[in-house]
């Protein structure tokens, strides 16, 4: 593989009934491909079948273990553990109690769209990546397949064969390992309804504010809408139909983005452009300037009954309104997920460098949080 290292894995793998001697050789299977490549970390899900054999085999031959949930845990067990029997729930919490960390896609509910399951995906190799580059190893991903298995996806966005085909169309290196004839006899809740006229998107987000405005005197307001309003408004235009939606009220900016590279650069284009402010737009004994939080996640998109207008909404576009109170002037904060979308993706255009977990305001709790700056 070029590395010495031990590689991080990211796993994924068909669902399947609990207890069948075909099970038993693919444990066998699992053991010998990660014993084969000495793997000691691995991230992914835990739903019934090959995700939690393969986290068992993690933990067996004491390796670190980081589980990637897309939504409440609750509904995750409801939909993708207990679908296979009821034996799969004790090895479920079995694995969980035993994780190094549990990270969650999204806290919400599952409401039956399957890019929630993309995105968790996405998330999973892109935290692997990101442990792969901290440790100068690389990331490779563990797959239990059979020809013979139909996807339960209805859309064709998730599932096994749409994990392995996204992971190797980013340049990843599969292992595949043979599933055998285990029993897939899963029986599903039904799905939740989506509202009519709307769908579920997965897109990088933006919120910028500018600290200091409230006390900007009467006179100061029109060169704030000029040098700017004015300037941020250049930004958004040059990146074209890459940004899908935007608004403002005040001094506040929201805006959709197709691209996590497109938002990253959207982002640090904007601090550049403010950076020689006149002082008539800082107020006197205050730090002034704009303050922008990033993030990448699943959105709904519908039309404002109100207004008529297409309109973004949902758990994630409120989280990101929480991160820019808590980024400093003239920076750029994204979430963990966010970094993970601009790894995977093969941006080479900023740099991210962590910075813990930040407490958001509003009861939001606590993220992982990077800054994103130019690299050196």
């Given at each position: 593989m070029g590395n010495s290292r031990p590689p991080v894995a990211v796993y994924c793998g068909h669902m399947f009934n609990a207890g069948s001697a075909a099970e038993a050789e693919l444990v066998a299977r699992v053991d010998q491909a990660i014993a084969e490549r000495a793997t000691a970390t691995a991230f992914g899900p835990l739903a019934c079948g090959a995700d939690i054999v393969i986290a068992e085999a993690v933990l067996r031959c004491g390796g670190e273990l980081n589980v990637v949930l897309p939504f409440a845990e609750d509904d995750f067990i409801a939909e993708s553990v207990l679908c296979g029997g009821e034996d799969w729930l004790p090895r479920y919490h079995a694995c969980r109690e035993r994780?190094?960390?549990?990270?969650?896609?999204t806290p919400?509910?599952?409401v039956g769209d399957d890019n929630q399951f993309v995105y968790n995906t996405r998330l999973a190799m892109g935290l692997a990546s990101l442990r792969a580059r901290e440790n100068g190893s690389q990331a490779v991903q563990l797959a239990v397949v059979s020809d013979s298995f139909r996807s339960f996806s209805t859309t064709g966005l998730a599932g096994t064969r749409a994990d392995i085909a996204l992971w190797q169309g980013l340049g990843g290196e599969s292992v595949l390992i043979p599933a055998g004839p285990v029993p897939r006899d899963l029986v599903f809740p039904p799905k939740p309804v989506i509202g009519r006229g709307t769908r579920r998107e997965i897109r990088s987000i933006l919120f910028a504010d500018y600290k200091g405005f409230s006390r900007l005197n009467e006179r100061a307001l029109p060169a704030f809408m000029?040098?700017?309003m004015g300037r941020i408004a250049e930004v958004l235009n040059a990146h074209g139909d890459h940004v899908e939606f935007r608004n403002t009220w005040g001094d506040a900016i929201y805006a959709i983005v197709d691209q996590p590279q497109v938002a990253a650069r959207i982002a640090l284009d904007l601090q550049a452009r403010l950076r020689d402010l006149p002082g008539s737009l800082v107020p006197p004994g205050d730090v002034a300037g704009m303050r922008i939080g990033?993030?990448?996640?699943?959105i709904w998109v519908g039309t404002d009954r109100i207004t008529g207008n297409r309109l973004w909404y949902g758990s994630e576009?409120?989280?990101t309104a929480r991160i820019e109170?808590?980024?400093?002037?003239?920076g750029v904060y994204c979430t963990e997920n966010f970094a993970a979308a601009l790894l995977i993706d093969g941006c080479h255009e900023c740099a991210f460098t962590p910075i813990g977990k930040q407490a958001l305001p509003k009861d939001f709790g606590s993220v992982e949080l990077y800054r994103l700056e130019l690299p050196d």
């Open positions: 994780a190094a960390a549990v990270h969650f896609a919400g509910a599952y000029d040098m700017v990033v993030h990448y996640g699943p576009v409120n989280r109170p808590v980024t400093p002037v003239g």
